[in-house]
């Protein structure tokens, strides 16, 4: 990766804002094109309040929600991941939170594929007030002062699992990255906190899909699901061979089940018959084939990040996923394995032949995509149907900071990464 060079961001600094002006700390600063960072002050800042919110939002978005993709891994002192999501109207904000009332850790964080951090938004100078609670309940990923990385994915669910509902839940699925971020000095802190509180997948509306986690501290990493109602905890420990459980199974996190992974297998008979909706098989298995490079450098990372890029990759016709239609083209009910071809359920013999028969549709998506936006110069307008990774970014646990790309398809080809820091302290 020779000429990657890494552009340092100018870091915001703390200063007493005890009596100022609370704006200035939600001043919008540009980075590059469609790509900010605000500094947040957080003895303004209520989780209670913000996470309420986001149960709010989200019961409101409900019908129009839609799924993401992502991958994440860990190796050595990095924690990398992609977000993948709709190429739409859309900014990647980049959130510094100081240590203060309620935030036992400093963190620098990512808030990013949602409807309120769009470019109208991006555009403005200041938050607005009614969002200043919210927004750093979005977070999508991040690192804190104790190296403390976590990231939210999408998980296949399988039919008939049950979750905690709104009524009953302490947190949003959508805020536990905020919560561990601002509270967990270790991996170990961040599952005692999570199991003292009921999280409810309030995306479990989006069908077919609900949430996973993937935590890590500088010696371990966890992945984090919801089986029935109950939180199910997958560990890698840190040997300086590579990030691994008991089993020896590394740590990667697509939008499948990493406890069935462990308990299973990747891709086995029995692991599609307890989990029948596995999205993201392929990809993978594309970082467990770049694994053993990934504790070496921020570079290696991100050539594995390129590798399961999403719209280069499931876009290209020589590198077929065929499990990225779990829930949609493919899947099984009470009758049995099929796929769906012009709306209608076509029956198979299981689900290597539902996968395939669903992939053999693909082409016309490709006719269809390269008609409506493959000429557009910047397709991130509401509406459009198709996918890109929205961000990637490699934290350095050890050095407590990371490295952001952002906008694969359309920004990253002519932008470097740039590095994003802890706030500073007084």
Not at 252 to 273: H, K, P, R, S
């Amino acid at each position: 990766m020779a000429g990657f060079a890494i552009v340092a961001m100018v870091s915001c600094q703390k200063e007493n804002h005890s009596g100022t002006d609370a704006s200035q700390f939600y001043k919008i600063v540009n980075l590059q094109p469609n790509v900010g960072q605000v500094i947040w002050n957080p003895d303004e800042f209520d989780f209670d309040k913000g996470n309420a919110g986001v149960l709010e939002i989200y019961a409101k978005m409900a019908e129009d929600a839609k799924a993401g993709a992502c991958s994440s891994w860990r190796n050595g002192r990095y924690h990398g991941r992609n977000l993948d999501w709709l190429q739409e109207d859309y900014g990647c904000l980049v959130l510094q939170m100081p240590s203060g009332k309620g935030v036992k850790h400093a963190s620098v964080s990512i808030v990013n594929g949602n409807l309120i951090v769009n470019r109208e938004f991006m555009a403005r100078d200041i938050v607005d007030e009614k969002y200043r609670h919210i927004i750093p309940c979005m977070a999508i990923d991040g690192i804190n002062d104790a190296g403390v990385t976590a990231n939210i994915n999408m998980l296949c669910h399988t039919p008939g699992d049950t979750y905690i509902n709104k009524e009953e839940c302490d947190i949003s699925s959508s805020s536990v990255v905020r919560y561990i971020l601002d509270n967990a000095g270790s991996v170990d802190e961040a599952i005692s906190l999570l199991n003292k509180k009921k999280i409810c997948q309030d995306v479990v509306e989006v069908k077919d899909y609900d949430t996973h986690f993937m935590i890590s501290d500088p010696t371990k990493t966890a992945a984090v699901e919801f089986l029935n109602k109950k939180m199910v905890v997958t560990y890698y420990n840190e040997s300086g061979h590579g990030c691994r459980s008991d089993k020896g199974n590394p740590a990667i996190m697509t939008n499948l089940c990493n406890f069935a992974v462990e308990n299973w297998g990747l891709g086995t008979d029995d692991f599609y018959d307890n989990r029948p909706l596995a999205m993201g098989v392929e990809r993978w298995e594309t970082i467990l084939s770049q694994y053993d490079v990934a504790s070496r450098s921020v570079n290696d990372n991100f050539d594995i990040a390129k590798s399961v890029w999403y719209f280069k990759n499931y876009m290209s016709k020589d590198k077929l996923w065929y499990t990225e239609n779990a829930g949609d083209d493919y899947g099984r009910d009470e009758q049995g394995w099929y796929c769906t071809i012009n709306e209608k359920r076509i029956a198979c013999s299981g689900w290597k032949e539902a996968q395939v028969k669903a992939w053999d549709t693909m082409p016309k998506f490709w006719a269809d995509y390269d008609e409506k936006y493959g000429h557009l110069k910047d397709p991130h307008v509401r509406g459009n149907d198709y996918w890109e990774t929205s961000h990637t970014v490699i934290y350095d646990l050890q050095q407590k900071k990371g490295y952001l790309c952002a906008f694969e398809a359309f920004y990253s080809k002519d932008a470097e990464p740039i590095e994003i820091s802890l706030p500073a302290q007084n």
